[in-house]
């Protein structure tokens, strides 16, 4: 019979949330949200959503935030959409992140959709 898997302390929810973030603000990341989902849904802890200029950059964001993740947690990160990168997804366990071309961002409007009646917030210094 499987193990369960051990659920993730606080801190490397934390920081598994604070590597996303700082890797979306090292690649230059536009207009990046987080959506704290803790006790509103079960998918996950944190939802990331950022924009890339082009399908180029958001490919390029996606790669090598996925590498980063795998580094540091040793896991490895679920990826959809990357062939075309009009919107990629990451699933990364406690931390979901949406990657987008502004116009298809736009067009899925996901912040309304996941903000719980509150506003999204702008993550500080990215921009």
Request: aromatic share 4%; glycine share 6%; hydrophobic share 50%.
């Amino acid at each position: 019979m499987a193990t369960p898997a051990p659920v993730p302390s606080a801190d490397s929810v934390a920081a598994l949330h604070g590597l996303v973030l700082s890797s979306l603000d090292d690649d230059q990341a536009v207009d990046t949200i987080s959506i704290p989902l803790a006790g509103k849904s079960s998918i996950a802890d944190h939802m990331v959503i950022a924009s890339g200029r082009s399908t180029r950059q958001v490919a390029s964001m996606a790669a090598k935030l996925v590498e980063k993740i795998k580094a540091e947690t040793g896991r490895p990160a679920r990826v959809e959409g990357l062939p075309t990168a009009d919107w990629v997804l990451i699933d990364a366990g406690d931390v979901i992140v949406h990657l987008f071309r502004p116009e298809v961002r736009s067009f899925y409007n996901l912040e309304k959709m996941w903000a719980f009646g509150d506003a999204p917030a702008p993550v500080a210094g990215i921009a």
